[in-house]
Structures are given as C-alpha cells and as structure tokens.
C-alpha cells in the first residue's frame, strides 16, 4: 500500500502504522458513505495525517479527491485535490471572488461541478477542521449541503464520500444527534506506531518509555517536546495558558484534584459533575469514551484503563501533558 509523505517536526516522513484505520478506509473506498463521516478526536492525534492517508489510498481505488482546511498555516494547504479535478476547480474559483475566505464553500461546488463534468465519477471530500473554522452553528449547515450532495447529486455519481475531521469537543453534541452524520473517536497513537515515529527524531532526547508517558502516544505532543528540546513545561504552559484552565481550576478545584488521579471519578460523582465534564470536554481536556466497540472508532480504542496515561474507563485526559497542566493550575 501507498503511504502518504507527511510533515513531522519539521521533516518529511512516511505515514506511520494505522494499519486498522487503513483497512477501514479500504472498506469505505468499497461502499462509499450514505452519510457524513465525522472524526473526532484528541487534539495532535493524527486526523489530518490520518485523511492525507485516505488521500492516497482513495486515489488508488479511483477517487478524486478534495481535501480542505481552512485553518491550514499557508494559502497552498488549504485546498489539495486529484489532477483530474483541476477544470472543476477553476470552474468553482470563478463564482468565489475571494475563494480562500470561502473554501469550504468552494469545496462543495467543485464536488458539484466534477459531477456534471466527469462521467459517473468516485468522488471524496476531505474537510479538515471545519468546526473549528466556521463555528459548530455553520458547520451544521455545512455538512447538510455535504449530505444534499449525496442525496440530490446534480448529476450521477459512483461512489462518494465525506469524511469531516474535528478536534472541538461540542462537535458530538452538535452533530452527534443528527441523522445525516455518523461520529468515530479516534484516540492517540498506539505505543507501536508511536515508538516509529520517535525513532524518527534526532537525538538527544528521553527515552521512548518516558516519551510515552509524557505524551499518551499523542504525535503532536511529541513534535512539541521535541521543539521544546524536552522542556516539558513549555508544552504545559501552552496547555495551561491556552483554554481557561485556571478557571475551571479555581471553581471545580476540589473534584479536579480527584480527577487528575483518575477521570472515572467524574463518573462516580455524576451527575454533579455535569458542568465540570462539559466544561472539560469544551476545552478539549478530556474526551467521553464509554464505548469501546471498534465500529466505533477510528482505528484502535484506547485501552480500557490506564490510570498511569490518564484513561479511564468512561473518561480519558486528552494526553497526561493536558492532566499535568489542570494539575498545575490547581497549585
Ligand atoms: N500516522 C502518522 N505517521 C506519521 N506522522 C504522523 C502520523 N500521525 C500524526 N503524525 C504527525 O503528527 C503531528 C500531529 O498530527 P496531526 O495529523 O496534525 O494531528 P491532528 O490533525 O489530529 O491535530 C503532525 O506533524 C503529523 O504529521
Ligand atoms: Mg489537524
């Protein structure tokens, strides 16, 4: 199989392991998604690695594919697409007179356009943190006109499919409840594919068991520690400054400090702890992850307990890096 070239800490490497994430890919590419597929997973866990991936494999079974980003650093990384989509492309450019502010607009109409242009096509439309960029309200209606595309094409079509990364944690109860969209969580990498990609940075650096549980196996954290030349309060401090960590401290301070030893506590207090867990999933702290049936992940689950890492059984801290920073904040 193809593996995609990606950017990690500056360099250009393989993608990484995934080896179920891929195989449900392969699934997909056979069966096309009646509906929306949404992603939604720890922050730095490897969504958008996960869909340049799919890019490759969706192409190698046919697809033409349009991957957006909105909240991509450059212009060129915003919008990617297969060759063979290039005229729709333009065709879609020229009702935008500023494309780049509008892209996810424009993804829509390019999808629109490939259909009345290209004979009975596989299409694929990649929207990389949409929800973030537009607001979870606007995404809704976003993703419906994903869904119109599939239920009202303009013209026929082979096989289609929409595949929305997000790492907001409203975005479950937004669109979670919808019928025209199906969520999986995809968790942080297994310890396997995590020793490949540290083995990839140059050293010196920790050892890979401490690597591991500094970061619970989450890519970015490990690209952030590296930056930081393994300063890990540089990385804590960024969590710490970033998500009104202090806040949530200071009002919730006596069950957090249960909660930093174990998240299922937040279970055993329920339903007290309601505002707390919204609190704490809207700052992309922690994630819910009652169920660990694979149909309803993306790749591997996380393991049913690890206390050590910050998973729990019905809850997890995003990565210990994130439960060291509330850990702070309540000093
Ligand atoms: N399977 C993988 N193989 C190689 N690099 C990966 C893999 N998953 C993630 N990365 C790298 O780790 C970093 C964080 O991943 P990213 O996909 O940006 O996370 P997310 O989109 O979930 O925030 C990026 O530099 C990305 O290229
Ligand atoms: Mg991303």
């Not at 996380?302 to 850990?327: K, N």
């Amino acid at each position: 199989m193809k593996r995609a070239r990606i950017k990690f800490a500056g360099r250009e490497v393989e993608f990484v392991d995934r080896d179920v994430a891929v195989g449900q890919l392969g699934e997909l590419a056979e069966r096309g998604t009646w509906v929306v597929h949404i992603i939604y997973g720890p922050e730095g866990c490897g969504k958008t690695a996960l869909l340049m991936q799919a890019r490759a494999i969706l192409e190698d079974r046919g697809y033409h594919v349009v991957y957006v980003n909105p909240l991509a650093r450059e212009v060129g990384e915003m919008l990617q697409y297969s060759s063979p989509l290039k005229r729709a492309v333009k065709e879609a450019f020229k009702l935008f007179p500023e494309p780049y502010s509008r892209i996810v607009d424009v993804a829509i109409n390019i999808v629109g356009e490939a259909m009345r242009r290209l004979r009975r096509p596989r299409l694929a439309v990649l929207m990389d943190d949409i929800f973030q960029a537009i607001g979870t309200d606007r995404a809704e209606q976003y993703v419906k006109a994903l869904l119109n595309l599939i239920e009202w094409p303009p013209a026929d079509y082979d096989k289609i499919i929409v595949l929305v990364a997000s790492s907001e944690g409203v975005t479950r109860e937004r669109v979670g409840r919808h019928r025209w969209a199906t969520i999986r969580i995809m968790w942080n990498m297994a310890r396997d594919g995590f020793q490949q990609l540290y083995e990839q940075l140059p050293g010196p650096k920790p050892p890979p068991e401490e690597a591991w549980r500094l970061t619970g196996g989450n890519p970015e954290m490990l690209e952030g520690l590296f930056r930081a030349e393994w300063n890990m309060d540089v990385v804590v401090d960024g969590i710490v400054g970033e998500r009104g960590v202090a806040a949530l401290a200071k009002r919730w301070s006596n069950v957090l400090w249960r909660v930093v030893e174990d998240p299922d506590h937040l279970w055993d207090w329920y339903p007290d702890t309601e505002p707390l867990i919204r609190g704490l999933v809207q700052a992309n702290l922690i994630v819910e992850v009652w169920d660990r049936k694979p149909h309803l992940w993306v790749d591997v689950p996380p393991p049913e307990r690890d206390v050590e890492l910050g998973i729990g059984r019905y809850y997890a801290w995003q990565t210990p890096l994130h439960r060291e920073a509330v850990r702070r904040a309540l000093r």
